[in-house]
């Protein structure tokens, strides 16, 4: 379990009012991950969807300042669900779509031999564990340049969890295995982390703070290692979590939106003269 340090504090409070004024002002880079938190979770990944509104007020917030969502899902099903105005979308956890000179470690082999790795992992699962058919509720999603194994639809998640547990550690190469909710995201050994991935972008948007948000365990990895004057959100009531701050679902993610948009924005001018 994930010791809560700090304790978390509910964003739509007095503290958090006050961490928000200082955070959404300025030379600020917002990041968010997708499932979870710009979207509802679903059972099955190709059925997400932005929530009403989201994606309205993640084009506006755009037109203020840098805009990144970062997530584990491939870069290309990102772009069909995202308004187009967005600075970054960064997908496979960092290993897709940062900006040239800013890919990192992960990316030192290159994408073919990324992809190389992952369509070998996928024969050995399928001939030596007979995956995906032999364990019926679980799913390989083929992400190009990385894989997911999900048993969120088995019907003992316990068992399914352990038997693609085994199956992921027996790989070759070993991979890189990031622990998700009711999946394993499984990446070539040298890819990065959404950690690592948001510091390229705070280094290519040269901002002086991030707001970032998600509801993942694989957003821990920002939550744990973020400076103080990052504003770290996290998704999700009565969870542990490495955030400082929390809201209760994605439709409160909505109200955050909005409430930074307030902040940006500014009131509206009057009409000069009448009276």
């Not at 009531?237 to 948009?261: K, T």
Request: aromatic share 6%.
């Amino acid at each position: 379990m994930i010791a809560l340090h700090p304790p978390m504090h509910y964003l739509f409070s007095e503290e958090g009012s006050r961490a928000l004024d200082y955070a959404a002002v300025g030379r600020t880079l917002f990041a968010f991950d997708f499932d979870g938190t710009l979207a509802p979770i679903v059972a099955r990944p190709e059925q997400a969807h932005l929530l009403p509104g989201i994606g309205d007020a993640l084009s506006r917030l755009a037109q203020t300042a840098p805009v990144a969502v970062i997530s584990g899902r491939d870069r290309a099903a990102l772009l069909q669900r995202l308004p187009p105005a967005l600075a970054y979308v960064v997908g496979n956890h960092g290993n897709e779509g940062l900006p040239a000179g800013d890919a990192g470690e992960g990316a030192a082999s290159g994408p073919a031999a990324a992809r190389d790795i992952c369509s070998g992992w996928l024969r050995q699962l399928a001939d030596e564990h007979g995956l995906p058919h032999a364990l019926p509720g679980s799913l390989i999603e083929d992400k190009g340049v990385s894989l997911s194994l999900h048993w969120r639809l088995a019907g003992d998640a316990e068992a399914a969890e352990a038997r693609l547990r085994a199956a992921a550690a027996a790989l070759r190469p070993a991979p890189r295995v990031i622990d998700g909710l009711f999946v394993l995201n499984v990446l070539p050994p040298q890819a990065q982390t959404k950690r690592e991935a948001l510091q390229a972008l705070m280094d290519h948007s040269r901002c002086s703070t991030a707001i970032f948000v998600g509801d993942d365990i694989t957003d821990e990895l920002v939550f744990e290692d973020a400076p103080e004057h990052w504003l770290t959100v996290h998704v999700g009531a009565g969870e542990p979590s490495h955030a400082r701050y929390f809201v209760n679902d994605p439709q409160e993610v909505h109200s955050l939106l909005m409430a930074i948009l307030a902040r940006r924005e500014g009131p509206p001018l009057r009409a000069a003269g009448g009276g």
